[in-house]
């Protein structure tokens, strides 16, 4: 499993959420309610599994992906957000992301997609 959860995502009762859920599967959780704080609290190589809202204020989960990746950081990415788009999901993994969950989040679906991740 990954050493650390990140959740970014600027709506503070979706970070509460996912951090309570997760930490029923014994994840460690840190939760940043924009990619600024994110960037600002995480080294590059510090390992772990990035949850990330697409639509924020400021730096928003597109660019938040992309800086990621020209950093060098492999740390791995899942999107989440209430976007109904359907080329969402390919757009993410197109990007590099591990997958596309849709907010409300289903937990199970998204725990499968941490421990592909952590495999990777």
Request: proline share 3%.
């Amino acid at each position: 499993m990954p050493a650390n959860i990140y959740i970014v995502d600027d709506d503070e009762s979706v970070c509460r959420a996912l951090k309570t859920l997760l930490m029923t599967y014994d994840f460690e959780v840190k939760t940043f309610n924009s990619a600024q704080a994110f960037f600002d609290s995480v080294s590059n190589n510090e390992p772990g599994c990035l949850l990330l809202d697409i639509h924020m204020p400021g730096i928003d989960g597109w660019e938040t992906q992309r800086r990621i990746l020209d950093s060098g950081s492999k740390r791995h990415v899942i999107f989440i957000s209430a976007e109904k788009k359907d080329d969402a999901t390919a757009r993410a993994i197109k990007v590099g992301a591990v997958g596309f969950l849709q907010k409300p989040v289903n937990g199970q679906s998204l725990v499968d997609l941490i421990n592909l991740a952590s495999k990777n």
